[in-house]
C-alpha cells in the first residue's frame, strides 16, 4: 500500500529529523464562539440545545457555509425555504438572505463566513 509507506515514513522523519515536529502547524478547536478570523472571512462554532432557535438574521457581503457536525437543525431562509439538515450537511447560501434556526435535537455547527 503506497499510502501505508508514506505515512510510515513520514513518521520516521518526524522521529529523526531535528525540529522536524517543533511546533504544530495545526490547532484543534473545540471552543465556541469564533474561532478564526482573517481579512477574507471568519469561521464560528456554535452548540445549541435540542429547542434552542438561532434569530431570524442575515449576513450581508458574505457567503455563509453551514455545517452541521452533529445533532440535526430546521433552518428557514427568507421565512419560507425550511431545510432540515442533520449531521454531515452542509448547507450554502449567500448571507443578503435572511437565515433563523431551531435544533431539532443537541446540535453544534461551524459556520463559515466568506467576504463576497
Known amino acids: ?19 522536524f515536529a517543533a511546533d504544530p502547524v495545526g490547532k484543534v478547536l473545540a471552543d465556541e464562539g469564533k474561532v478564526f478570523e482573517n481579512g477574507h472571512g ?4 456554535k452548540a445549541l440545545k435540542k429547542g434552542e432557535k438561532i434569530d431570524k ?13 452533529q445533532g440535526a437543525i ?23 438572505n435572511f437565515i433563523a434556526g431551531e435544533a431539532i435535537d443537541d446540535t453544534l455547527v461551524v459556520i463559515t463566513l466568506v467576504k463576497e
Do not use: Q, W
Open 42 to 45: 471568519k469561521v464560528v462554532r
Open 1 to 19: 500500500h503506497p499510502m501505508k509507506k508514506v505515512l510510515i515514513a513520514t513518521a520516521i522523519a518526524a522521529l529523526v529529523l531535528p525540529g
Open 57 to 69: 438574521h442575515n449576513h450581508e457581503g458574505e457567503d455563509i457555509i453551514f455545517n452541521v457536525m
Open 74 to 96: 430546521k433552518v428557514t431562509l427568507n421565512d419560507s425555504e425550511v431545510h432540515e439538515l442533520k449531521a454531515g450537511d452542509t448547507l450554502v447560501f449567500n448571507g443578503k
